[in-house]
């Protein structure tokens, strides 16, 4: 992306930010000018700044687009081509096998059938989801918590206003793909899980050297969300804990593991996680 001229920014930026461009002739030729509707999902590529990704500079600085054009992207994602072995040979593999028969390698699964993919979309296109009163609170403060989780990180190009929109384009996105009339507050949750991911995939650099366990990194994630509360609703704690990438499993494990230490309680309807005073 840092070949691409200030020109070519100032082309993108109004189909991105906008949906619509403008062209035509002001001051010469016919004077008429007229916006065309580009209201369109965009999927980018691109290598970092001269070809290596710095771990010691922000995702802006390493893709060097403009914060206000690079806001206006819903996830993004870090993939990093890290020497290993067993990759390496697998990919080594596959160029070699594609150089000598020009073709992919012979595949373990069925791939579906891209006409059956094309109607189906068409179908999906057709639904019109509705974001119910019900998930309004729920979404608002998922949103403060994410922009107060925000506040302690060094790179902000990611956590801005826009993040709201987001995870409601995300949600909705996933209720067209089921087919659903209403967004369930599921893919809310599975929207926001995307995010924390796509941000995580930019640190991991930081965090990798360090191991940190599920069930202690879980254990914070509760108590912050109780705060000064003595009790919690064990299905917000584990709603939060999966939109932060977590399993149920882990999440089990963590209540099981805590309760055994006499930390916390569970109600008998397993409803509630009662800290012990």
Not at 82 to 110: E, G, W
Not at 174 to 195: F, G, T
Not at 245 to 270: H, K, M
């Amino acid at each position: 992306m840092y070949k691409v001229s200030i020109w070519n920014y100032f082309l993108i930026s109004p189909v991105v930010i906008s949906g619509q461009y403008t062209t035509g002739h002001g001051s010469s030729g016919a004077g008429i000018m007229t916006s065309l509707n580009a209201r369109v999902s965009i999927l980018a590529a691109a290598n970092p700044a001269y070809g290596r990704y710095n771990p010691k500079k922000s995702a802006e600085q390493n893709i060097q687009l403009p914060a206000a054009l690079l806001s206006r992207f819903d996830l993004l994602w870090l993939i990093q081509d890290k020497p290993d072995r067993d990759n390496d040979l697998r990919l080594a593999q596959h160029i070699t096998y594609v150089h000598q028969h020009s073709s992919h390698p012979p595949m373990q699964f069925t791939s579906l059938d891209m006409n059956l993919m094309r109607r189906y979309i068409a179908v999906c296109k057709e639904k019109q989801p509705l974001i119910p009163e019900a998930l309004t609170d729920y979404i608002v403060s998922a949103n403060v918590e994410m922009r107060k989780e925000a506040r302690t990180n060094r790179d902000t190009t990611f956590t801005s206003a826009r993040t709201l929109l987001a995870v409601l384009r995300l949600a909705t996105a996933l209720a067209l793909l089921r087919l659903a009339d209403v967004v369930a507050k599921e893919y809310v949750n599975e929207a926001m899980r995307l995010m924390e991911m796509s941000k995580a995939s930019l640190t991991e650099d930081e965090t990798e050297t360090r191991t940190v366990n599920p069930v202690d990194a879980i254990y914070g994630i509760i108590k912050e969300l109780a705060g000064n509360a003595s009790s919690v609703k064990l299905s917000d704690a584990q709603q939060r804990c999966l939109t932060k990438g977590f399993t149920p499993d882990q999440f089990d494990a963590c209540l099981g593991e805590y309760e055994d230490l006499n930390v916390w309680q569970i109600n008998s309807n397993r409803t509630t996680i009662i800290f012990v005073q």
